[in-house]
């Protein structure tokens, strides 16, 4: 009898869920074994960070059960992968166990390293875990005047427009709470964009400015000083703060560097259309913990999903004999709050941006979003 061939997926988050999901069905038929090994009993809708920073109390909507949204199909190992042996095809787990495979598809996202900048752990607040989300909404409850500095750290850092949501956000929450005059809000970000390179679209500049929101640009945080209250960029600026909203920097799963794999920062490098790592065709990385070097992939839940689809078939149709390959596109589709019941729709597709009109639509899908992500997204089902 012919051994059954192995697909493991290492990571349980967007990336990992989608990609199983659509693996099993493309794959019901055949004898393929589909596996997901990760460490994450649960699994949360991240935007649903922002809303709980600015109030919302309604936690169980923004997450589920890991193994409730992977299909019968599939098997869950939960473990903490350690190591990955390129030639001999097998991943290693803590405690040491081996788990050999076919293909193997990672998906093991970022991890948040606050070490990496002077002063910021404990001073700096965020919206990046649900227990950080909970603690700043403590802070802006009781914020009533001074300086809120928001910004992001140097690149890359995980679906990054959510800075310049929470800003937005944080000044409608503010004028709601009746002290948006003794709060000045300032924007920093480094280089020229907070969104995507091209410089501040004339949007958001109009927006942010109606808003009386100071942007600074070209600012790269070097460092918190917690004794001065004031944030020390590398080329010699500061700037004051009462309280500052910044995301940890963010690097891959130390497992990348440790096996081997060519990376920057962690993040594996990846063949930008095939997906494929380099001369191991039967390894693909996908989601954030993918560098994709011409820099032009953004870092988000979207961009993972894109990238589950076309992995998914390009496994599936290797496995049933299939010549044809479909290429990654750089596609991603954003939706931004910019307040106001208001929001912006931005597609990537071939390295090129392009974005939408201002809309309340966007706004309603956003904001009812952690439905159709648990029902249909990481199912598979888009
Ligand atoms: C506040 C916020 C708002 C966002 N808003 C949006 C948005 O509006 N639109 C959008 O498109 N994107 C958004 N994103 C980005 C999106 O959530 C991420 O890009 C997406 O979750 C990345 O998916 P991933 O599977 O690559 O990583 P993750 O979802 O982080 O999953 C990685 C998984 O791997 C597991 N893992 C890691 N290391 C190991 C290991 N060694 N062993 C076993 N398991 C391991 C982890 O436990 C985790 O389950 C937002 C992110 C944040 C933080």
Known sequence: MVAPRRVIVIGDGTAGLSVANKLGFRLQHSPVEITVIGNSPRHYYKPGGLFISLGDRDLKRYSKGTKFLLSSRISHVRAEVTGINQSERYVLTKGGKRHTYDYAVIASGARYCPDKIPGFEGEAKHFYSFNHALELQRYLSKFNEGNLVVGIPDA???????????????????????????????????????????????YLKAVLSERDIEIVSDFSLNAVSQKNKEILSGSGDSLKYDLLVVPPPHRGQTFAADSGFDNFNDFINVNEKSLQYKEFPEIFVIGDAAHFESGSVPMSGSAAVFQSGVVSERISGE???????KDYRGEAIHEIFLGDKRGISVHFIDGKVQEGKVAELDFHLKRVGSD???SKIVRGMM
């Open 156 to 202: 890359p850092v995980s679906f990054s427009p959510a800075l310049v949501e929470f800003t937005l956000l944080a000044d409608e929450y503010m004028r709601t709470a009746g002290v948006r005059e003794k709060v000045q809000i300032t924007l920093f970000f480094p280089g020229k964009d907070p969104l995507y390179a091209g410089g501040v679209p004339s």
């Open 319 to 325: 496995l049933g004999g299939l010549s044809f390959a």
């Open 372 to 374: 159709s992500y648990f």
